[in-house]
């Protein structure tokens, strides 16, 4: 397949131009893009991650090379939301410390998504302190030169809903309940 295209012989321009074309016409000055994984697809990922990571690498060198509309000497920004390791020793599919460095120098922020520690079928805390404080290190990995200059780059994501949980069974979040109450 010839370099700067996709499958199906669709130029990546083409995808970062309509992108391009939508933040000068809604005047944003960033743009959020998310890292998406399933096990169920761990085998195409794989195949595909370098393909993504160069793809995202491009978006935010595209961005960057854009003034925003709203913020005078401002460059439109490019932050990527990545979910947390799936476990302490590093999967496949998990964005890890190899993957935060690929893209350091083109993504502006990493939303890391730390509020999804438990779910129905293991209630809990939201966010517990230590579990983040490990998912950063895995993040991170045992390089301090990483730490120090990409540490900064990281936003922790706070939720602002709850779930309700019982024995008997497992309720509708929170905020479902309270936007009831305010209907």
Known sequence: MPEGYVQGDVPVWNVEHLLLLQFEELYYDFLTFMYLHTKAVDMVFIFLQAQALQFVKQL???????????????????????GPPSSEKLQPHDFGPKD???????????????????????????????????????????????????????????????????????????VELLLGEIT
Request: proline share 6%.
């Open 60 to 82: 935010g060198d595209a961005l960057h090379s854009i003034m925003s509309e709203k913020v005078s000497g401002q460059k439109l920004q490019l932050v990527y939301v990545i």
């Open 100 to 174: 935060l460095e690929t893209l350091s120098k083109d993504v502006d922020g990493f939303s890391l998504m730390t509020y999804d520690f438990s779910n129905p079928h293991k209630p809990g805390p939201n966010a517990p302190l230590e579990w983040i404080q490990i998912i950063l290190r895995i993040l991170l990995g045992a390089s301090a030169n990483r730490a120090q200059n990409i540490a900064p780059k990281i936003f922790l994501g706070i939720n602002f809903y709850g779930n309700d949980f019982s024995l008997s069974k497992v309720q509708i979040p929170v």
